[in-house]
């Protein structure tokens, strides 16, 4: 079974500042999607940034940007530049390549911004 | 706008109580799903549906059943409310069919309490 381990349960960051997010996860598939998912406090999750395995390049959207190290089942979300509305759980998913539809979720990591 | 819909944000319950909680989306979308989220175990798969009528088990379905009689609409039900229920419940959807991204819209979550 496909596991995901986030295994920082709490991190805190200073406005503008840069902050990784780490991840890591178990499979012995070569197609897969790898996901991070922003849970903000009483709102509703949403998606923040999505890595296909088999595509080399790291993903990028504005602020967000993973390392995706494939050889070392690692998965890494860069924030840049945070801002308060930054803050929130950040939970890491994967999911298996072809029809299959389930996301398997780590246990999640809150951020704080601070000023 | 994908949008889905929990029917309750927040139920209280008395154990052994038959509880419901409903999930509406109006895109379309062929899956369905069931999340528990827990703090420090994350979301935890109960139940997911492909199809009208269909589903599978996820990771933790002891307790549960799920309903799905229409495309847009997918039930949780727990026929006998235990306190280690006391959870959120989030509700997801998202396409189906080879080449889907697999990517999950999620609903705002249902706390449920029971006492």
């Known amino acids: 079974a496909q596991t995901v381990t986030q295994s920082q349960p709490e991190m805190s960051v200073q406005e503008a500042e840069t902050v990784t997010l780490s991840c890591t996860y178990d499979t012995s598939e070569s197609d897969y999607y790898l996901f991070w998912y922003k849970q903000p406090p009483s709102r509703q999750m949403i998606l923040v940034i999505r890595q296909e395995a088999y595509k080399q390049q790291n993903a990028t959207e504005n602020r967000f940007s993973v390392n995706f190290q494939k050889a070392a089942k690692s998965f890494s979300l860069k924030i840049s530049d945070s801002q308060l509305g930054d803050a929130a759980m950040y939970f890491c998913?994967?999911?298996?390549?072809?029809?299959?539809?389930?996301?398997?979720f780590g246990t999640g990591t809150r951020l704080q911004v601070t000023l | 706008d994908v949008k889905v819909t929990q029917s309750s944000r927040y139920l209280v319950k008395r154990t052994g109580e038959k509880v419901f909680l409903e999930c509406v989306q109006d895109m379309d979308h062929e899956n369905m799903f069931w999340y528990r989220q827990d703090p420090g175990l994350g979301l935890r798969l109960i139940y997911f549906s492909y199809d009208v009528k269909m589903k599978e088990k996820g990771d933790i379905p002891e307790g549960y059943s799920v309903s799905r009689e229409k495309k847009e609409r997918f039930s949780l039900i727990l026929e006998s409310a235990s306190t280690n229920q006391t959870s959120m419940y989030l509700c997801a959807s998202s396409l189906g069919g080879q080449g889907n991204t697999g990517e999950l819209f999620f609903g705002e979550g249902s706390r449920l309490t029971v006492l």
């Open positions: 998913a994967y999911r298996r390549g072809g029809t299959a539809s389930k996301l398997t």
